[in-house]
């Protein structure tokens, strides 16, 4: 995908993100107040989270999308890991203030107040608003290749789930229940901690360099060993950076073959993998003798 195309898609996710969520913190605040719905202000409070998390994901993006330097030669990708982490500590922060909130009310509180019935209508309101929207941004992340986008889709998940709770909390309330309202808010903030869980391993993993699919390494692979002379690849190992990832690998090659046709063979290697493996943007082969036992340990003089 082009710079500029991969740029487009990560301004409208933000965009999308950031002014969808203020039209639901700006009601759900609202509402949850005129309704007496703490349920309804504890999602309010999480959607100015939302706002946050997307400004983040985008800020990440566009770090991440800066090309290599000679303080960075492989590039910025990781930024956008890092901004994927970012985003976990904000979730941290809400699910804590909603979860402690939530106790308060139902241990310390006395009987909540059964919320008002246009609570309902807000409850409604949000489960369609963040369907379309967390679908709307996965779709443009996963298109773009972008980690932090992809992240700030799946927190806006989270957003369905609480909305669909809100409303059964709600609905259950008006027949003389008070007390689901504070306990769906404790819900939606134990679904926000599982959120920062899933997000913080996702890209822990993606700076750990945790082992790629084995469809990513068949495909590199295949494409290798597509190249004219190459009897063989092994070793392959992709170091993720983000939304791109580099390889490193061992061809085989005919033993007989000099070093100017060897050299040349690892080159055309190298350049057909960048050009059909898309998440890959920089390959780093090693010509191996096919048919000998090699000790890789070995000294010249052995």
Known sequence: MKKEDRERLGKRAATVAIAGNIFLTVFNIAVGIMAGSYALI????????DIVTSVIAYVGFRIGSKPADEEHPLGHGRA???????????????????????????????????????????????????????????????RANSPAIVADGKHQRVDILSSLAILFGILIAQYGYPRLDPLIALVIGLLIVKTAFDVARENLDNIMGK???PELVDKIIDVSNSVDKVCGTHD??????????????????PPEMSLDESHKVVHLVQNKIID???????????????????DHDQQLDE
Request: proline share 5%.
């Open 276 to 294: 059909e493996v898309d998440v890959i943007h920089g390959v780093t082969a090693h010509a191996c003798p096919f048919g000998l036992e090699y």
């Open 42 to 49: 504890s999602e309010g409070a999480h959607t100015i989270s």
């Open 211 to 213: 082992v790629p699919s």
């Open 80 to 142: 956008e890991a890092i901004a994927g982490l970012v985003i976990v500590v904000f979730l941290a922060i809400i699910a804590y203030e909603i979860i402690t909130g939530a106790i308060e009310r139902l241990f310390f509180g006395g009987t909540p107040a059964i919320p008002e019935p246009i609570a309902i209508v807000m409850a409604i309101i949000g489960v369609i608003v963040n369907f379309a929207m967390s679908q709307y941004i996965i779709n443009l992340g996963e």
């Open 236 to 253: 392959v190992r992709v170091n993720y950076f983000g939304s791109y990832a580099t390889v490193t690998l061992h061809i085989e090659l």
